[in-house]
């Protein structure tokens, strides 16, 4: 199940015949790759049907070196039709799907190239989603999530960069709260744009410990970003290898760790699996409004973690 890549570089080395032939073959790959994903993931209990996508499915489809490849007749059937058959899993077996763009899709950038660069990035993704029969505000709950960006730009700066994307681009996109810029207060002005993702780890980093309760009454503007859409939220907590010794049944106390010489940069780091139950604990009381995307490194053996706690908590 895992997909194949390439680099610029590669890339650069090849002539058209045979760079063709690479791209071609690798994105052939990836649409069997992902299908079997997507069927294996529709067998999963109901909990657990959201699948973030990796971001390099089409190597180099936004850079001057490969763009063209991606005009041509015969990578077109390929994209399509393989598309085509995994938005239709998806849908048929109601699978939640998300994109996550890098870091360096920076929509409130200043710096006009960066921002061209950033919506180019964003817009091959809103690409993907249509392939795959998605359009219109989150259908099936689906997104396009970013961080939302640099200080300098400001929120009033990632508003305004949401008018450079296409229509479908703001219907799918959504935007997360960061850990030392923006807090979850701050994107109450975007709400009325865009829907927002609470990340549950951001916000403890970013208030310095505070633990996001459901009723929080910033929940609201949250939810309401959605328009009756159920939304999605990301989870995870400090690294194990960091926290050494630490009492998994004891939520991660920030303060105290501060005070014990750990960095900002070393809380917060994602772990690998989901090892703090009673941050677990915490975390599931959410789903009483949002569905979780499990941010730690080991994916789907970490979200098990969850899941399995979830299934213990039903009657």
Known sequence: MNPKTTTITALSKLGKVDMMDRLLGIVDNNMNTLERMMTYIALKPENEKLIRFSSDILPAYTHEVAQW???????????????????????????????????????NSVHEGTYIRAVAEFEYHVDMMQ???????????CGINIHTGSREGGI????????GLSQAGRD????????????????????????????????WIFSQGDYIQPDDPRIEFVKESWRG????????????DVLKGANPDVLPDFQALRAQGFTLRDLRAHSDF???????EWAVSHLSWMDIEVEAKMK????????LLRSSKQP
């Open 69 to 107: 490849a991606y005009q041509e007749s015969a990578m077109k059937e390929i994209m399509e039709a393989g598309f085509e058959r995994i938005g239709d899993i998806a849908r048929k077996n109601d699978v939640r799907l998300m994109f996550h763009p890098g870091q360096y899709c920076v929509l």
């Open 156 to 163: 009033h700066g990632l508003i305004k960069g949401l008018e």
């Open 172 to 203: 799918l996109i959504t935007i997360e709260n960061d850990e030392f810029s923006f807090g979850l207060s701050d994107l109450e002005a975007i709400a009325e744009h865009a829907a927002i993702v609470l990340d549950v780890h951001h916000e």
């Open 300 to 307: 789907n053996l970490a979200s098990d973690q969850l899941s």
């Open 229 to 240: 859409v159920r939304p999605v939220g990301h989870y995870s907590v400090s690294r194990e």
């Open 131 to 141: 392939m795959m029969g998605y359009s219109g505000w989150h259908p099936n709950g």
């Open 274 to 280: 989901c090892w703090n139950n009673a941050a677990n």
